[in-house]
């Protein structure tokens, strides 16, 4: 079989089938293995990606694709953009301090609180990557920033993949979009010029060792279209053409449309532009007018953050101009990073959702057929077109998808049902009557540690090696254990610890009509964090209570407050795999009915405060500024929708995982929360900059101990975080809480933190 229409992968989750690089970077970091060992996971790791595509008949295979933590951070250590604080050795256990941060030596003084001694430093910013749920390291530069190549990554992944018998595509992180994403300076694109020279050197040293194309990723394409990035793209592009004009350069733009980007994006002098179909067909006309005809395109059709199985068909139909036109590469919309490995592992699915689906290897079987209908002729994959297009029709037709019930409910809503009955300073007075918190309260996000005795208890209840009431024994007993600590450091709302829960959306979805779930469908979330986003395939609704007992059970232990915590719609949708057959909001607002429902129960039961959390509201904000105001109006409504149906009494919490709302703080101030918890202590100057124009109007708790990272703040250090947010708030609004959830965080790390979090409000409330 000769193609003469490649296929390409853009890119491909790292993690391994079975989370290796997961459990071996963990133990790394636990000291239980060397770096011998890290070193041989991630090469078999990398060597059965390859093998995979190459079976699947992918004809461009990326290398340095893999990551030990994420692309953009090898990318910083790569140009040698190593803050001061982390040393200047470009080695893992930098590049390990850059992601996590390094505990200093630590002692507990003689009020008990732990202060950090030695070099311990904190781990650099981190955020979503675009509007993925993938996080990468946020490159800081200083104003006189030196750049450097002082890794040769790239090169060693290419050479790696030659030996095995691969002739690979190089992925790189293009220097635009490095530095575009970075922080520290105040136009980062300006230190364009220092950086070229770095990458003009990788490049060179990938043609020497055999490189004939090099993908360099550009995402920042698929933003609004700025002066200053589009000079430096040009100056990019043009210098690299000059100076390695040997190599084939693919520039890749993926998460939308080129838009104001179109005429840069097609001008640059390089010889082929990925395109993404999936997020934006529409763009293809004017891609295919705007391109020189040397100009290879290569056409995202298959989607690189969806789990749906493709309408191969439909896509033929759809590129049969650019197909007219030659010179085109077939590709997923984006790097398939985003979407979980194999779907064969999935052995528990409905069978008809499971024929709607295609993971990795899936979309790279479909990306291949596509070639081989093009360039054999479409009798020659007959069979697999037909059965992608009945896939297609049946899932359109299921009665799984479908309920007229859901659809009448979401019909008859009215307005008021989306606003309390009180304005906020009604509520407040009330709540503050019913409640007599001291000043400054003190409360956490929701979970604590999902340690592996937690973690076993729920396999081994999976397993069946534990019954039901084995299982909920233990769960009462660490919750219990929860309540009873949490009362002794002198917190003052508590929370049940979430220890049921194996993920925020995941417990939700699982409870829901409409949602199904994958065992082995993992997503980076960051570093060796990975999730399994729940699959909601058809209409929502919420068949019975899905947290009441466990809110009944914590809050019997004690007088104190006990949160009813909840996961809101936004977040629920952001963080699954959505249907593509509905509009995003049309899905949101289902969802936020059905959570309605549980708000009401948990105050029937007695709950006071009720958390609903919208971690990922943020991370939902179309790329394009003008698409804006529709997502935050229907996200908006719909947390209102979810909230709304309670007394002015019941304090309302949420939560998000940011503290950057400069841009959407009209939004999040009409979601109308009683209470909102933020994340803040890695990013202290934003804090600064939220409160300057616009005045947060209800309850807030600025996050003030970094969850991210295993070190423990020292009392000082959240004072210090709180003297900044007092300049910016009223005392009477402030609440003392951590950035977000403690899941992630051994108890030993949490203990030592909260009890000086606790101290750090003492010392608030009783100046010296
Ligand atoms: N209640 C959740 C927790 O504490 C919130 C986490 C989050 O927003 N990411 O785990
Ligand atoms: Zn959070």
């Not at 990398?46 to 990551?67: C, E, L």
């Not at 040997?246 to 640059?268: H, P, Q, R, W």
């Not at 059709?301 to 969806?306: C, S, T």
């Amino acid at each position: 079989m000769s193609l003469s229409i490649p296929v390409a992968t853009l890119g491909t989750p790292r993690i391994g089938l079975k989370r290796e690089l997961k459990f071996a970077l963990e133990s790394y970091w636990a000291g239980k293995s060397d770096q011998a060992a890290l070193l041989d996971t991630a090469r078999a790791l990398r060597a059965a990606n390859w093998a995979r595509q190459a079976k699947r008949g992918v004809t461009i295979m990326p290398s340095n694709d893999f990551s030990f933590y994420d692309q953009v951070l090898d990318t910083s250590l790569m140009v040698g953009a190593i803050p001061a604080i982390y040393g200047d050795k470009a080695d893992l256990d930098t590049y390990f301090a850059m992601a996590r941060g390094a505990q200093g030596a630590t002692e507990t003084c003689a009020h008990g609180h732990v202060h950090t001694t030695g070099h311990g430093v904190p781990a650099q910013e981190m955020t979503k990557w675009f509007d993925t749920n993938y996080h990468y390291m946020v490159p800081e530069f200083t104003p006189d920033q030196a750049f450097r190549l002082t890794s040769l990554k790239p090169v060693e992944e290419f050479i790696e993949a030659k030996t095995l018998g691969h002739h690979t595509r190089p992925v790189l992180v293009g220097p635009v979009t490095f530095l575009t994403l970075g922080k520290g300076v105040e136009h980062p694109v300006r230190l364009i010029d220092r950086l070229l020279p770095v990458y003009v050197d990788l490049l060179k040293k990938l043609a020497d060792a055999g490189a004939d194309w090099v993908q360099i990723d550009e995402p920042v394409l698929a933003l609004d279209g700025s002066v200053d990035v589009a000079a430096a793209l040009q100056k990019t592009y043009a210098r690299f053409a000059t100076e390695v004009p040997e190599l084939k350069i693919m520039v890749a733009s993926y998460f939308g449309d080129l838009n104001e980007n179109l005429y840069v994006a097609t001008s640059l002098p390089v010889a082929g532009l990925h395109i993404d179909l999936v997020r934006a067909p529409e763009q293809l006309d004017a891609v295919l007018d705007a391109a020189p005809k040397d100009l290879t395109l290569s056409l995202g059709v298959i989607d690189g953050r969806n789990i749906w199985r493709a309408n191969l068909p439909a896509i033929l139909d759809r590129i049969a101009p650019a197909v007219k036109r030659g010179n085109i590469q077939i590709a997923p919309s984006c790097s398939l990073l985003h979407t979980p490995i194999d779907l064969e592992l999935e052995t528990g699915l409905d069978a008809d959702v499971k024929s709607w689906l295609a993971f990795s290897v899936q979309k790279q079987s479909e990306l291949v057929i596509l070639a081989r209908a093009l360039n054999e002729g479409r009798d020659s994959v007959k069979a697999e077109l037909d059965a992608s297009a009945q896939a297609a029709a049946a899932r359109a037709a299921s009665p799984k998808v479908h309920s007229a019930a859901v659809r009448a409910r979401l019909a008859a809503v009215t307005p008021d049902q989306a606003q309390r009955a009180q304005p906020f300073a009604a509520r407040a007075a009330l709540q503050r009557q019913a409640f007599a918190l001291p000043a400054f309260p003190t409360t956490t996000i929701g979970s604590f540690p999902q340690t592996s005795e937690v973690r076993k208890a729920r396999s081994d209840h999976g397993k069946g090696t534990i019954d039901d009431a084995q299982y909920e024994r233990f769960l009462k007993d660490e919750t219990e254990r929860a309540i009873r600590w949490q009362e002794e450091i002198g917190l003052d709302v508590l929370v049940h610890g979430e220890f049921e829960r194996n993920d925020m959306v995941q417990y939700f979805g699982e409870q829901l009509s409409g949602f199904t779930f994958t065992k082995h469908g993992w997503v980076q979330s960051y570093g060796s964090r990975c999730v399994r986003p729940p699959v909601l395939y058809g209409d929502v609704a919420r068949p019975a209570p899905m947290t009441v007992a466990w809110w009944q059970y914590a809050q019997s232990l004690t007088d104190r407050p006990v949160k009813g915590m909840l996961t809101g719609p936004v977040t629920i949708l952001n963080w699954s795999f959505v249907r593509d057959d509905q509009p995003r909001w049309e899905s949101c607002r289902q969802i936020a009915l059905a959570i309605r429902d549980e708000v009401s129960d948990l105050e029937a039961a007695g709950a006071k405060m009720i958390q609903i959390d919208e971690a990922a509201l943020r991370e939902g904000l179309p790329l394009h500024r003008s698409d804006w105001a529709h997502y935050l109006d229907w996200a908006v409504e719909s947390f209102r929708l979810c909230a709304s149906g309670v007394r002015n009494e019941t304090q309302i919490h949420t939560h998000m995982c940011y503290s950057e709302f400069n841009d959407i703080m009209d939004a999040v101030a009409a979601m109308d929360a009683d209470v909102i918890s933020i994340e803040t202590s890695r990013s202290k100057m934003e804090l600064l900059d939220v409160f300057k124009t616009t005045k947060y109007p209800n309850e807030i708790g600025p996050g003030v101990y970094d969850i991210h990272s295993p070190r423990v703040p020292e009392v000082s250090e959240m004072t210090d975080l709180l003297s900044l947010a007092r300049e910016r708030l009223s005392d009477a609004q402030i609440w003392i809480n951590p950035d977000c959830g403690l899941k992630t965080r051994k108890w030993d790390e949490v203990k030592p933190a909260l009890v000086n979090m606790v101290a750090a409000a003492k010392a608030l409330r009783e100046p010296v």
